[in-house]
Structures are given as C-alpha cells and as structure tokens.
C-alpha cells in the first residue's frame, strides 16, 4: 500500500482536476458589481486565521470601502469569528471537509466563485492547499490572481506545476526558517511594496458583545484538547496543575474547547478535587471568555493566539512538531505580551507531525509527555493572584 500511494495522490490530483474543470466549463450569468471586488481566499486552521490578522487589516487600506468589495472566503470553522471584523465587507464560509469531495456542494461553490466576476483575487497563505484554496482561485475569473511561492508541507511536486499556472503572480518567499507572522508580513509588503511593521495579533477591533457572567467572576482557563492527540498533554498533568493552582491561590477554573473535547474536561474533573466547570463556548464567545480570564493553560491550540490577542497571560505546552513556525512568537521591541511558552527541546525537532517514535494509538509524542507538571508550575506561580 505505501508503495501505491503516490500513485493514489497523482490519481485523485487528475480526478478532482477533471471535476473542476467540467464545474468551470459552461458559461453562466456572472454577477454585476457596483465596486471592485477583491477576493480574500484563506482555508487554513483558526490559529492561523488569528496570527493573520495583524495584516489582514492592511488590505482594507489597500482597498478602501469607497471603491472596492472585500469578500474573505474562508474555513467555515472560523468565519462565524471573521464575521465581526471590519476588514472586509462579507464572509463567504467554505465546510473545508464537504468541499472536498466530488460534490454539488464543490460544484456549485466553484460556478459562484466564477460568477462573481471578481478584480483580483489574494491567496496570502504560505503552505497552499491545492484542493481548496489553490483551487478557489482557479475558479475565480479575476484577471489579477496572486499568491505565494510557499512551501511544498501539503503539495507534491504534480500540485505544484499545476496550480502555480493559476496565478497570475507568485510572492517570492524567502528560505530562511521565520514564523507565520513573519511569513504573512512577508507576503503583505510582497504584494503591496509598502512596508509593514510586524505586530503581535490583535482583536481589539473586534466588535465588543454584551456584557456577559464572566466579566462578575474571577478564574483561569485550561483548554486540554489540540487539533491532534500527538500534541496533547497528558491529562493528569492538567488536573495536578488545577490542583496547585487552586491550593496556592483558590482561583477556580474554567474547562473550555470543542464540544468533542467534553469528555477530555470531564475527565480532568474526575481526576481532581480542584473546582473546574466545563464552559463548552462558540468560538465567537470565547475571545470574551479568554478575556476576563485571569490566564490561560493550553496546549497548542487556537485558543493560545486568541488569548494573547486579547492580552490575557499564557502558558501553552509546546511540542516540537512544528517548533518556530507558529510558536513561540518572535520577540518585537516595545510590544508587550506575556505568552509562555514550556518545551522539552530534542534533536527531532521540526518533524512536521511525522513522529520518528513508535507510538500506540492515541499516545502522545515524547516532546510532549517529558514536559514535566514542575517545569509548567514555573511559569504558572508568578501569573497567580496573590
């Protein structure tokens, strides 16, 4: 089987090639526009929505509102988030998992992609996808389609030579290791040949909501759960560190993630006798959540860049798959937060998710369980209430 998956990945290539091309074919009415349209097309993970938005709001200074129409295409996962942004005029959610199949849903979504008759469409993302961000852009009939060069981390050489033909212009990308938010500020001063000072993410634009039952408590929040179980710190871990926490200070806390990740909350809860209330918010809810928090203990996940986004403290638990990327942050003169970060540093660092170790199923790597609740307790003390 592994000698045939090469051939399996250039096989479904060419399928979905074949499938596109037939949706894009015939000609149908296009839509008329009263601005410009600019189509912002990104399709990656919340966290990666979050670290690019100091300079997503750029665009609209590009584009102002007086004469252009900004469309973000983005992860249905966090476009509910996106929604209260003001750098862009609408939010088109693409279900990432449905357009990825030989559907309807992908056919259709491609004949109003093409019939939006858009003024140039912007791809910003640094390790492209070809099945749904490359291939957006395909579909779009704009006659300025830009992107960046990338990285090769989700294509083969065969996605490659096909989707760059579909850009108009490719950003040069420079092969030295940088962060994602260096990557994006990299691409935005590509594009725009204007400078652009790198900032941490903000939400601070946000639209505020409501006042809310958290802003009349006083807590701090866990959030256990990752995008894989590779990056998931132990939860015995978590429920020792509830423990110290509560016996240093008598701080309750707040369990939170996806509502898959319950049964991970209820099980932190049965390993302690610490307070812990399980919050289960919307990820539009849980920049406030994260807010009036008194900090926050994570894996790495998403909610890492949406607490520092709203300046609360935080500790994340960082493995090394993709050390430097993402996390930790580059440090920048006169920008002040507080995001710990507690690794345990080996040579294997850098393995992109592909563990060099033989694991059992659901077992976390070795970066991840050799962080010691001591080393994480480190970091945590001084954040406490006194």
Same mark, same amino acid.
């Given at each position: 089987?592994? !000698?045939?998956?090469?051939?399996?990945?250039?096989?479904?290539?060419?399928?979905?090639?074949?499938?596109?091309? @037939?949706?894009?074919?015939?000609?149908?009415?296009?839509?008329?526009?009263?601005?410009?349209?600019?189509?912002?097309?990104?399709?990656?993970?919340?966290? %990666?929505?979050?670290?690019?938005?100091?300079?997503?709001?750029?665009?609209?200074?590009?584009?102002?509102?007086?004469?252009?129409?900004?469309?973000?295409?983005?992860?249905?996962?966090?476009?509910?988030?996106? %929604?209260?942004?003001?750098?862009?005029?609408?939010?088109?959610?693409?279900?990432?998992?449905?357009?990825? +199949?030989?559907?309807?849903?992908?056919?259709?979504?491609?004949?109003?992609?093409?019939?939006?008759?858009?003024?140039?469409?912007?791809?910003?993302?640094?390790?492209?996808?070809?099945?749904?961000?490359?291939?957006?852009?395909?579909?779009?009939?704009?006659?300025?389609?830009?992107?960046?060069?990338? %990285?090769?981390?989700?294509?083969?050489?065969?996605?490659?030579?096909?989707?760059?033909?579909?850009?108009?212009?490719?950003?040069?990308?420079?092969?030295?290791?940088?962060?994602?938010?260096?990557?994006?500020?990299? @691409? @935005?001063?590509?594009?725009?040949?204007?400078?652009?000072?790198?900032?941490?993410? +903000?939400?601070?634009?946000?639209?505020?909501?409501?006042?809310?039952?958290?802003?009349?408590?006083?807590?701090?929040?866990?959030?256990?759960?990752?995008?894989?179980?590779?990056?998931?710190?132990?939860?015995? @871990?978590?429920?020792?560190?509830?423990?110290?926490?509560?016996?240093?200070?008598?701080?309750?806390?707040?369990?939170?993630?996806?509502?898959?990740?319950?049964?991970?909350?209820?099980?932190?809860?049965?390993?302690?006798?610490?307070?812990?209330?399980?919050?289960?918010?919307?990820?539009?809810?849980?920049?406030?959540?994260?807010?009036?928090?008194?900090?926050?203990?994570?894996?790495?996940?998403?909610?890492?860049?949406?607490?520092?986004?709203?300046?609360?403290?935080?500790?994340?638990?960082?493995?090394?798959?993709?050390?430097?990327?993402?996390?930790?942050?580059?440090?920048?003169?006169?920008?002040?937060?507080?995001?710990?970060?507690?690794?345990?540093?080996?040579?294997?660092?850098?393995?992109?998710?592909?563990?060099?170790?033989?694991?059992?199923?659901?077992?976390?790597?070795?970066? !991840?369980?050799?962080?010691?609740?001591?080393?994480?307790?480190?970091?945590?003390?001084?954040?406490?209430? +006194?």
């Amino acid at each position: 089987m592994t !000698i045939l998956k090469p051939f399996m990945v250039i096989l479904k290539s060419l399928l979905f090639y074949i499938f596109d091309s @037939f949706a894009l074919y015939n000609e149908t009415s296009p839509q008329k526009n009263k601005f410009e349209l600019v189509l912002l097309v990104r399709q990656d993970a919340i966290g %990666d929505f979050i670290m690019w938005l100091d300079t997503a709001k750029e665009f609209r200074q590009l584009f102002p509102a007086k004469k252009y129409k900004i469309i973000l295409i983005g992860n249905a996962s966090w476009c509910g988030l996106a %929604d209260e942004f003001p750098y862009w005029d609408q939010v088109l959610p693409i279900d990432s998992k449905k357009f990825k +199949s030989f559907s309807g849903y992908r056919w259709g979504l491609l004949r109003k992609i093409k019939n939006m008759r858009a003024h140039i469409a912007i791809q910003p993302t640094f390790s492209r996808e070809f099945y749904n961000g490359d291939t957006i852009i395909r579909a779009s009939t704009a006659l300025k389609k830009v992107g960046s060069v990338g %990285d090769m981390s989700n294509r083969n050489w065969l996605k490659k030579i096909i989707s760059d033909r579909w850009y108009t212009k490719l950003i040069p990308a420079s092969a030295i290791k940088m962060t994602e938010l260096e990557r994006n500020s990299e @691409f @935005f001063q590509g594009f725009s040949k204007k400078s652009h000072q790198l900032s941490y993410p +903000s939400m601070i634009s946000i639209r505020q909501a409501s006042p809310t039952e958290w802003e009349k408590l006083n807590y701090y929040v866990l959030f256990p759960g990752g995008s894989s179980l590779l990056r998931q710190w132990p939860l015995v @871990f978590f429920a020792e560190i509830a423990k110290r926490i509560y016996e240093e200070s008598g701080l309750k806390g707040v369990l939170d993630g996806g509502p898959n990740e319950k049964p991970l909350a209820e099980s932190i809860q049965g390993l302690t006798d610490a307070p812990l209330e399980w919050a289960g918010t919307q990820l539009n809810e849980l920049p406030v959540l994260l807010k009036h928090s008194q900090l926050l203990i994570s894996s790495e996940t998403s909610a890492v860049h949406i607490a520092s986004a709203v300046n609360t403290p935080v500790i994340c638990i960082l493995g090394g798959a993709y050390y430097g990327r993402f996390l930790p942050y580059p440090e920048l003169p006169e920008k002040k937060i507080i995001l710990e970060t507690v690794s345990y540093l080996m040579p294997c660092y850098g393995c992109n998710g592909d563990c060099i170790y033989p694991l059992k199923n659901n077992e976390p790597a070795p970066c !991840i369980t050799n962080i010691s609740v001591d080393a994480v307790w480190e970091k945590v003390k001084p954040l406490l209430p +006194s």
